[in-house]
């Protein structure tokens, strides 16, 4: 039921977006009391789908398995690339405290998308940036020693042969039906405030995460526009 609210969401969303991504950046540059503005990348929440010929999504363990260590991969590359200070997070290495911390970006995040760039506005922000995981991921920072928290969230919904001719017979009778969906969001948080400082969301066309090149692909496109340090943006 979940998987089938989220891809609802996203569909919806993404329908609007055709290719392309949404952009907001709420600093120039990252700050830190060290040297370097040090940012960790949280475990990616990025899941991989069969879409069955009835509509109904499928987990596909072997593809986002696959997708997970190519996108860790290509993010590390590209962070390298930019001159960005960043390690990666594993699973395992969390309290079960910072592992909440994943639904409450995929949450915030759906909410971001209704309603800043979607049609839903909500009259007490307006069109105001202003989103926030709490104060107290200050505890993650401190736990992993970093200034900066980066989430990640991604679908890709991939149609059966089952799921594509149908949707070919409801063309033909005027029917529009969904035969696949990719696409998603990733926050920049500063782990001081629990402020999202950067927000990006990608769509269709992003880049297939199941072949090192498409990752690498997906990377530049979902970071597109990151802000980096004092030091890097001179």
Avoid at 33 to 61: F, K
Avoid at 120 to 141: Q, R
């Amino acid at each position: 039921m979940k998987a089938k609210i989220l891809m609802l969401v996203l569909v919806l969303f993404l329908a609007g977006c055709a290719t392309g991504s949404s952009n907001v950046q709420q600093v120039d540059r990252l700050e830190s009391v060290g040297d370097d503005p040090r940012i960790v990348l949280m475990p990616p929440d990025i899941r991989y789908y069969l879409l069955t010929a009835g509509g109904v999504p499928e987990p596909n363990a072997e593809w986002t398995t696959a997708a997970q260590e190519n996108f860790a991969e290509a993010t590390l590359a590209y962070a390298d690339s930019i001159g960005a200070d960043l390690s990666i997070v594993h699973k395992d290495d969390l309290s079960p405290d910072e592992i909440r911390y994943e639904t409450l970006h995929s949450a915030v995040g759906m909410t971001v998308l209704t309603h800043h760039f979607g049609m839903f506005k909500l009259p007490s922000k307006g069109t105001t940036f202003d989103w926030s995981l709490g104060p107290e991921i200050s505890a993650v920072g401190e736990d992993h020693n970093a200034d900066y928290a980066l989430f990640v969230f991604y679908r890709d919904y991939q149609a059966s042969g089952g799921r594509v001719a149908f949707a070919i017979l409801a063309a033909a009778a005027g029917v529009g039906v969904n035969a696949g969906s990719e696409g998603g969001f990733a926050s920049l948080v500063d782990l001081k405030t629990g402020d999202i400082v950067w927000f990006n969301v990608v769509s269709a066309g992003s880049g297939e995460l199941r072949k090192k090149d498409g990752a690498a692909t997906a990377v530049a496109k979902l970071f597109k526009n990151i802000p980096t340090s004092q030091a890097t943006a001179e």
